[in-house]
Structure formats: C-alpha cells, structure tokens
C-alpha cells in the first residue's frame, strides 16, 4: 500500500508512514490486504456461478445456441479449417411449395354408383314407395327410428321373401328381421316393433304369438323407386335423393309420390356394400 499523504510505499501491517508519519487507516490496511482481495474475489465468482445456475434451471438463459452456432460453423469449413465461401441463391429461383392440406370436395356420383346402389335402393323401395301416399297428404308426420326401420324390415320380408306369415311365432319373424336389418343399415339400428296408434305404427299388430298385417291392403299396384341424384358429402358418405310411388299395374297410372333423401355409408360387411345410415323427407 502507499502513504495518502506522501506516496511513500509501505508494507501492509504498517499503522504509520515511516517517512512522514502519518497514521494509517484500518481500512486501508485492510483493503490492501492480499487476502481480503482474494476473498472479495472468490465471493464474487461464487455469487455469478450462482446467478447462472439459477438463470439455466429456471430456462431464463438458453445456452443451446452455442452448440448450433459450431455445427453450423463447422459444416462452413473445409478440410483445413478454411472457411467456405456460402453459397448465394440464384435469382429468379421458385421458392419450394408448401404441402396443401386435403380437402375433400362434394361431388355428383350418380352416374358412378347408381347401378351400384341398386341391389341398396331395391331394398328400400317397398315400404317407402307404400309410405308415400301416407305422406304425400301431410296427415301423418314422418319420423325415422328403430320402429320405423323394424317395419321396413317386416315388409321387405312380405313383399320379397312371402316370409312373414300368418301364426309364425314371434321369435321367428323377429330373427328374419333383423337379419334383414342387418343387410340394410348394419349396426345403425336396432329392431324395436312397436305397436302404436299412428303410422307407420300400425302397418303391423301383434296377435297372440305371432303378428298380422293390419294397414289397408293396396292391390293392383305396382312398387316404383327412382334414383334422382347422389351426392358423395364425404369419402365413402353419400346422399341419395330418391322418389317413391305406386301406379296402377291396370294402364301404369301413377299415384301419389313422395321424394326422400338417405344418407348411406360404405361399409365392406353389408350384403349390398353400402348400409342406410339416415332417412328423411325430401322438401
């Protein structure tokens, strides 16, 4: 340390200027003091390692980069350790096209699947082509549910397979329905008769053990279902708008028709390919 008052240099344990005599400071001495310097230093460190540590575990300082920064620098190099002239972008260049996400886009496939469809759509004509006239008046509001899809069924097995028949015990005629529920909506609905007051409710009545057609018998007539227009909405997801009616087999008059539209599906365990998922009444 030096004398303040006249620079004289002294050792650190001195209390006095031995050459003009002035006193020295504790502080001074102490400041002076090699390991006062070496402690102030070592807390020092210790407090920065400490703000680091603090600052990396609390994810406020990312050291990451550093590691980039190299690999990026190294692949710059070359062999020598020379770095490597970057390459500069062509004027003019097209800049890589981005991945477009798929969207489907609805789309008329009536050509397509018609013919497809049919072995489908026959099976739908019978009861809805019977249905229209109940309709077609607005006396009798159109509902689609486990019922209305059993009595489907039911008449499909009277008018193609003649299989439901007067006395056939009850769990005969509920086992054929619902294999015939099975081929045309799969898993979508589940057999449910139920007998009720309006239609199609009471097309069938229980009696006894078995059941009995119960709605007015239309003979002469003749079953018609025509395709208007199928729209695929998703993959694998159509609409079908379709028109139903009877005609007089006598000379082909038409009677009361009524259009409906029904959504199927593709499923690959359907007898027919596709099963109905969904049916309402066309406006």
Not at 86 to 113: H, I, L, M, R
Not at 203 to 222: A, E, H, L, Q, W
Not at 231 to 258: C, M, N
Request: glycine share 8%; aromatic share 12%; proline share 4%.
């Amino acid at each position: 340390m030096y004398c303040k008052k006249c620079g004289t240099e002294l050792r650190e344990e001195d209390k006095f200027c031995y050459y003009c005599g002035r006193r020295t400071g504790v502080i001074q001495r102490a400041l002076s003091s090699k390991a006062f310097v070496g402690s102030v230093i070592a807390v020092l460190v210790v407090a920065v390692a400490a703000l680091l540590t603090y600052f990396i575990w609390t994810g406020k300082l990312n050291l990451s980069f550093s590691s980039q920064n190299q690999v990026s620098d190294s692949s710059n190099q070359g062999e020598n350790g020379e770095e490597k002239p970057k390459e500069k972008e062509k004027a003019g260049s097209t800049p890589k096209p981005t991945a477009t996400p798929y969207v489907f886009q609805p789309s008329d496939v009536t050509k397509e699947k018609k013919a497809e469809m049919k072995p489908l759509t026959d099976r739908l004509m019978p009861f809805l082509a019977y249905s229209a006239s109940f309709y077609a008046d607005g006396s009798h509001a159109f509902r689609w549910d486990n019922a209305s899809a059993t009595t489907m069924a039911l008449y499909n097995l009277e008018h193609y397979d003649k299989s439901v028949k007067y006395g056939d015990p009850m769990e005969t005629i509920e086992k054929k329905a619902k294999r015939e529920m099975k081929k045309i909506f799969g898993g979508n609905y589940k057999y449910k008769f139920k007998y009720e007051g309006t239609y199609p409710g009471y097309v069938y009545r229980p009696t006894g053990n078995t059941m009995v057609f119960n709605s007015t018998r239309i003979p002469g007539k003749d079953y018609h279902l025509k395709v208007k227009n199928i729209t695929e909405y998703e993959e694998g997801k159509y609409r079908l708008v379709v028109e139903a009616y009877l005609s007089l087999q006598a000379d082909g008059t038409k009677g009361d028709s009524q259009k409906y539209t029904v959504t199927a599906e593709q499923d690959a365990e359907s007898t027919f390919g596709y099963v109905v998922s969904k049916i309402k009444l066309s406006k």
